[in-house]
């Protein structure tokens, strides 16, 4: 397929338990790149909200595992085929280039493929009781059963495809109903996903989605008396509002990141530096888990800058529709122009341009920027756009760790070494999530436990099998046991 050659535009419909239903308020989805309309999405407003809970909270899901499996599995088969049309979704709505979006196609089919797989594991326990004097010829078991309520699932922009994978095949794996709020600044990805459930034999009650902002909708999906769980992923600033005003039901917030990548002294700086400018510029710059710092110890520091900008200056920023572009645009011109204010911010205050242009639109160049003191907004807040950004630190492993937790988040990390003592001591005094030796903050698989503390969080993880178990109430129960 020629990724060169723009989609349509679409006009679309919320799908509401699988009826398409518009309205006459439309709000433009617009390409970041060329600011060309590539869509138009209804502006839902609380009564479509809570239509769609009511519906769900209506209907009980009685699919089997074997059933949910075929769904899931279908499901990520449809996906596989369809690869390249949805990353043309992709990168007409986010900007992302046609790499990155085909890489996270290719994701998706593993989101799918792993709750398929899991779905028909029982996840049950068994528990003796005679272990003890104070115990009985009894045994204790466990099963999990889907959320008497619905869950509201609310996702960003910056993954259209996988990170709305990531809420619904727990989901739907674990026999639950949801209603889907995707970002207006990317929902034809999300729409397109629910229109491949329903072929692939999903209950159209089970899955709703809504489409527009706050705007409009408020905050329906929040408070609807028929959710029982948010799932939120986002910004900090959004993920304390659902915290403060979703009352009293189960939040899981997947909010910023910060994530440092550090080199050591002993560090292999080639490999080092292919990571820092991979990591900072993947997805241009726009994942949670992103290399937002790269702390490099004083020693090697400007060796390392060297490599850095070599490997920089070998991608390729522009169309993102063009096969050969490593790095598209950000979200929109607002961001960059963000971006490069901080970028202007950190040169005041003695950090150097090794490499990069400026801005033009949302296109915001990958650029090194070397020397930044830490404390400066371009490195101490999430700053999400391609820049790779160096602070170099003393050579001295307590100040190195002090430097990577003074910020407020805590969601992932990668480290540059092959010292047992270094290695051990970061894996237990970082304040993050995940630690990653030798690679970028950002690696994981789909089923592995994810999330952050501080402010990345509230500590809940995502990835597949940790995400079935906050969709699920655990329900306890005993017999006697004599044999």
Same mark, same amino acid.
């Given at each position: ?80 085929? /369809?690869?390249? @049309?949805?990353?043309?979704?992709? *990168?007409?709505?986010?900007? $992302?280039?046609?790499? !990155?979006? #085909? %890489? +996270? =196609? ?70 639950? /109903?949801?209603? @889907?709020?995707?970002?207006?600044? *990317?929902?034809?990805?999300? $729409?397109?996903?629910? !229109?491949? #459930? %329903? +072929? =692939? ?73 292919? @990571?820092?400018?991979?990591?900072? *510029? ?202």
């Amino acid at each position: 397929m020629n990724a060169t050659v723009k989609p349509p535009v679409r006009r679309e419909a919320m799908r509401i338990a699988g009826k398409l239903v518009t309205t006459d308020d439309m709000v433009e989805v617009r390409n970041p790149y060329d600011d060309s309309v590539v869509g138009l999405i209804p502006a839902a407003r609380p009564e479509h909200v809570r239509e769609a809970f009511a519906k769900a909270k209506a209907f009980k899901p009685t699919l089997s595992r074997y059933e949910r499996q075929q769904i899931l599995q279908k499901t990520a088969e449809l996906l596989r085929d /369809r690869k390249e @049309l949805f990353a043309k979704l992709i *990168t007409a709505e986010a900007g $992302l280039c046609w790499k !990155d979006s #085909l %890489y +996270e =196609a290719s994701r998706a089919y593993d989101v799918w493929s792993f709750a398929a797989q899991l779905t028909i594991k029982d996840d049950g326990e068994m528990f003796s009781c005679d272990i003890s004097p104070n115990g009985k010829a009894r045994k204790i078991f466990t099963t999990r059963q889907p959320l008497l309520g619905v869950i509201s699932a609310i996702t960003p922009f910056n993954h259209p495809l996988n990170m709305v994978s990531h809420k619904l095949a727990p989901a739907i794996a674990t026999n639950n /109903r949801l209603v @889907l709020k995707p970002t207006e600044l *990317t929902p034809l990805t999300a $729409l397109a996903l629910a !229109d491949v #459930l %329903y +072929e =692939a034999g999903l209950p159209p009650e089970m899955l709703s989605v809504v489409t527009g902002n706050p705007s409009t909708m408020g905050d329906a999906m929040i408070t609807d008396p028929d959710a029982d769980l948010v799932t939120f992923t986002g910004s900090v600033r959004v993920g304390k509002h659902i915290a403060n005003t979703a009352g009293y039901k189960r939040i899981v917030l997947e909010l910023g990141g910060n994530d440092p990548l550090i080199v050591m002294e002993d560090a292999d700086l080639d490999k080092a530096a292919e @990571l820092a400018v991979t990591g900072a *510029t993947k997805n241009s710059g726009q994942r949670c888990t992103a290399v937002k710092r790269i702390l490099v110890v004083e020693s090697v520091a400007d060796a390392f800058a060297k490599l850095v900008v070599e490997k920089a200056k070998k991608l390729k920023c522009g169309d993102p529709m063009d096969p050969n572009t490593d790095v598209g645009c950000v979200i929109n011109a607002r961001s960059a122009a963000l971006f490069q204010a901080r970028v202007d911010d950190a040169v005041t205050k003695g950090a150097e341009v090794l490499y990069g242009k400026r801005v033009e639109g949302a296109l915001f160049h990958p650029t090194v920027v070397d020397k930044i003191p830490y404390t400066c907004e371009l490195v101490h807040e999430e700053t999400f756009g391609p820049v790779i950004p160096i602070i170099r630190v003393p050579d001295d492993i307590a100040e190195v760790i002090r430097i990577s937790n003074s910020t407020a988040y805590g969601l992932s990390s990668g480290i540059c070494t092959n010292r047992y003592d270094y290695i051990q001591r970061l894996i237990a005094d970082l304040e993050v999530g995940t630690v990653n030796l030798w690679e970028v903050p950002g690696y994981r698989i789909e089923m592995s436990p994810f999330g952050g503390i501080k402010d990345s969080g509230l500590g809940y993880k995502e990835g597949v099998v940790e995400a079935m178990k906050s969709f699920t109430n655990v329900k306890t129960w005993s017999m006697p046991w004599t044999a």
